[in-house]
Structures are given as C-alpha cells and as structure tokens.
C-alpha cells in the first residue's frame, strides 16, 4: 500500500429498522430550535415526517421547517434555506430525505455565518471555511440510499441559470454529526430512483477502485463491496421489499464513500464530472446520468488500466483466468458489468435520458475536467465520449 494519509470520520450511524428510536437522545446534545428540511413531498406521503415531528415534539424542539429541496438541488434553494436558517437562530439543521437533502443541509450548515459570497468561495473557487468560522451541526435521517452523503461532507449543487452542476467536498467539520438510517425507509423509493440509487452506489466504488496498480488493501475492500451491491441489486430489483437486500445496498452506499475506500488511492471520478454535466442538462437521477456514460468512459480507461480490469473481472465477476488474455479478461468484465446494467434495467445511452446531439458541445463545455484514474482527457475526448453514449 502506497500512500500517506490520515483517517478521520467523526458521523456517528444508527443503523436498522429501529435506528429511529435514538432521535430522540441525540436531540439532547443541541440547543431548542431544529431547521427541519425534506423534498417534494415523499416524506409526508410514506409517514416518516409523522414520526420525525413527534419525536421532535416529545424532546421539546422548536421546529423550523425547510421544505421543497428538489432532487440535485438549486443554488436558488440554497439562497432560500440559507435566509430561513438566518432568520431563525437555528441550532441543528435535521435533513430528512435522500442525497440531495443530506446535501443541501450541509451547503446550508456551511453558508449561514458566512459573511461573503458563500457560491464563489466554497463552490467555485473550492475554499474551505476559515476555522472561525461557525457551522451549524448537521443530521441526517436517511430516506434513499445512494450518495453516501449520510457519512460525508459532500455537497453538489446546481446552478441552473448556467446549467452548472459542482459538488464541493468541504472539511469533516461539515459531516453529518450523526445519521440514522433504517432500510424500512427506503421501501417507499420509486423502483427508477432505487435502480439510480444502486448505480450510484457501484460507481462510486469504481470510481475509486479504478486508479493506481499498487496492492492496497483499499482495493479488497472495494471488491467485496462490488460483489455486494450486484448481488442485492438482483435480488432488490425482483423483490423491492426483501428487507435484507435493501438494508444490504443501504449499508454499502455508505462505505462506497465516506472515504474509507479511497484511503491510499489517486481516484477517479470522471464518470462523475461528466455525469454531472449530463445531469443538469437531462434533469436525469444522478445514477442515471452516470450509467448513460461509463461504457464509453471505461472502455477507454480500460486500454490504460489493463491490469486492474483484468482484476476487476475475476475478483468481482467471477470469470475465470485460465485460457484467456489479460485484454481478453479485461474486455469480459466490462461485458459482465454491462450485462449487468441491463439485468437490473439501467440507461445505457445519454439519448435514453433526452440529451440530444446538439447539447453535446454544451454538456463538454460544462464537464470539469483533470488528470484522473487512468486517463488524462481533453476536452475532445469528453465530446467523443458523449458521442459514443448517445
Ligand atoms: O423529494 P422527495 O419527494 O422526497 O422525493 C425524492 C426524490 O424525488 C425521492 N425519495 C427519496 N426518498 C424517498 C423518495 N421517494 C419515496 N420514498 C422515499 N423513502 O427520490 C428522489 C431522489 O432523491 P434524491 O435525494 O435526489 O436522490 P439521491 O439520494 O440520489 O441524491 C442525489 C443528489 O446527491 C448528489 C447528486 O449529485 C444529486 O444532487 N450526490 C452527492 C454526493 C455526496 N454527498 O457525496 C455524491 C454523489 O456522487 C452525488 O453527486
Ligand atoms: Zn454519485
């Protein structure tokens, strides 16, 4: 294992289908007034808003509520909770929903003290908050699993005046201070955002799987995870109600990434940076936009990274060394996850999303681009491989 690095996640997890009963005990380490925000609506519908505001009745909470966080949410939104938060002297910001309303509390959490343009410093010129600076704790109770954003400080935000869509990784200072995740939760998500969700969670772990040729014990774990969310995604997209399955995939997204992973690794994140961009063009569930263009994407890394695609087919597919190149080897597992893809129902295409040719040049423009895994892309490359997706 090559590498030097510091290990640090201060998030502490409840985790079952009786996780929520510690809300309550947790709530007494905060102060009287809770910035509750959830999405469109699903809360309210399945019954878990009912529970939360009890609970937070029972602990005496004065409860501030931040509702209509859309899926990839707005810096618009963001200006919004950022004003109620101020207006209120909140003491927790409790997000209850999926990785898009984990997100924003966190962008809200960072935002509220700051005096200056918080878009320009934290999102786009990537700053940290100074260390005077204060920030509101964040908690989150999860309904969807997928981003991870449950145990990490992530936070992706989109400007839609400029169809921009960047995530900014902030200190751990801004992870959840404690999240609760109970798989009976995610039952109610739409069987599309379920699929998007499962892709995300894969993708992540590729994401950082597919860089460095060292022997990192990074890569074990990365494996085992892999060989995990293809097994309950088969069993999940089936039966959407088999508990195990689901509390299975809601417990690996978690650490897909909460950087344990990617402990001694370069990373990737390519089919992140253009899936974003895909994603604020589309509106497409974050999973989806990624799906739409990894064949393209990882059939190119593949010719730099042959010997861990290789080891990616026989340690996560199964397919077996003997009689086969390593291209040949390599090829099959790329084959395997494809296949794979379309068993559980996942878009292959950016055209199956509505992105039409002439977005292409725009989604290339918007696409941040580095140096990453295994490649080192240009700007042309980008647009070959929104071509090849299409
Ligand atoms: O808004 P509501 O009505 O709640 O509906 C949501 C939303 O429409 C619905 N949903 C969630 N839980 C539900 C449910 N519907 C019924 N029952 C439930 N229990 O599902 C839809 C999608 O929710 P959303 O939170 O948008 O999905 P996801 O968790 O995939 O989050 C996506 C966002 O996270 C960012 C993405 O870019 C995107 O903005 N990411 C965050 C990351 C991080 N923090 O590290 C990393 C990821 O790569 C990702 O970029
Ligand atoms: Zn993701």
């Keep these: 294992m090559q590498g030097n690095f510091s290990y640090y996640n201060p998030t502490k997890l409840y985790f079952g289908d009786e996780s929520l009963n510690f809300l309550k005990d947790e709530l007494k380490g905060y102060g009287p007034v809770v910035l509750l925000i959830y999405g469109g609506g699903s809360v309210k519908r399945n019954g878990i808003y009912d529970q939360v505001v009890a609970i937070l009745r029972e602990a005496g909470k004065t409860i501030v509520e931040d509702p209509g966080v859309m899926s990839n949410p707005t810096l618009e939104k963001l200006n919004e909770g950022v004003k109620i938060a101020r207006q209120n002297k909140v003491d927790l910001i409790l ?9 924003y509390a966190k962008a809200v959490a960072a935002s509220v003290y700051y005096k200056g343009d918080y878009w320009e410093k934290f999102w786009l010129k990537q700053e940290q908050p100074d260390a005077n600076q204060r920030l509101l704790p964040v908690a989150c109770i999860l309904t969807m699993a997928g981003t991870g954003s449950e145990m990490n400080a992530g936070t992706v935000i989109t400007d839609a005046e400029h169809t921009f869509k960047v995530g900014h990784v902030f200190d751990s200072r801004l992870m959840p201070k404690f999240s609760i995740l109970n ?3 995610t039952m109610s998500v739409p069987i599309d955002q379920m699929k998007a969700g499962i892709y995300d969670i894969m993708n992540h772990i590729m994401e950082q799987y597919f860089s460095d040729f060292d022997d990192n014990t990074s890569d074990y774990l990365a494996e085992g995870l892999m060989r995990s969310v293809v097994h309950s995604a088969r069993i999940a997209v089936k039966d959407p109600q088999d508990y195990e399955a689901r509390s299975n995939i809601m417990w690996t997204a978690t650490w897909a990434l909460n950087t344990l992973i990617g402990l001694g690794k370069k990373e990737d994140w390519m089919v992140h940076m253009i899936g974003h961009s895909v994603g604020a063009w589309t509106h497409a569930p974050h999973g989806y936009a990624l799906a739409s263009v ?3 994407y990882y059939r190119r890394a593949m010719e730099n990274g042959m010997p861990k695609f290789a080891r990616f087919a026989h340690n996560v597919w199964d397919i077996p060394t003997e009689g086969k190149t390593e291209r040949e080897l390599a090829q099959a597992g ?5 296949d794979w893809m379309l ?3 996942l878009p292959l295409t950016i055209s199956e ?3 039409t040719p002439d977005m292409i040049p725009g989604i290339t423009e918007t696409t941040v681009v580095y140096p990453a895994g295994y ?3 240009t700007k042309q490359d980008i ?8």
């Design 334 to 338: 790329l084959q395997a996850l494809k």
């Design 183 to 185: 798989p009976k939760f």
């Design 375 to 377: 490649l080192n892309l």
């Design 343 to 345: 068993e559980i129902g």
């Design 294 to 296: 990894s064949m393209a």
């Design 95 to 103: 997000a209850l929903g999926g990785g898009s309303v984990c997100d």
């Design 383 to 390: 647009t070959d491989i929104l071509k090849e997706s299409l």
């Design 353 to 355: 999303l509505g992105a």
